[in-house]
C-alpha cells in the first residue's frame, strides 16, 4: 500500500525547504532546486485541492443522509446498504 498522504506530502515539502535554505548550495545547484519547486507547489496545490475536495464531498453526504435518508446511489459507499 502507498504512503502518499498529506502527512507525507507536508514531510516532503519541509524536506525540500530545508535544501533551499542550506547554507551551502551552490547557486547552480538553487537554480535546479528553485526550478524544481514551481513544479512541487503547483503539484502539491492540485493534491491539497483534491483532498478538500473529497473531504467536502463526504461532509454533504453524511448531511445528505442525516437529513433525507435515502441517499441516492450514485452518493452511497459500499459499506452502506441501501435504503
Not at 532546486?33 to 483532498?51: D, F, G, M, Y
Amino acid at each position: 500500500m502507498s504512503d502518499n498522504n498529506l502527512a507525507r506530502l507536508n514531510d516532503f515539502l519541509f524536506e525540500h525547504l530545508e535544501r533551499l535554505s542550506a547554507p551551502d548550495i551552490l547557486d547552480k545547484e538553487l537554480e535546479k532546486e528553485t526550478n524544481r519547486t514551481a513544479v512541487l507547489v503547483s503539484t502539491s496545490k492540485q493534491v491539497i485541492n483534491n483532498a478538500a475536495l473529497v473531504l467536502e464531498a463526504e461532509k454533504t453526504r453524511i448531511e445528505y443522509v442525516h437529513a433525507f435518508k435515502n441517499v441516492p446511489k450514485m452518493l452511497q459507499n459500499r459499506e452502506e446498504p441501501t435504503k
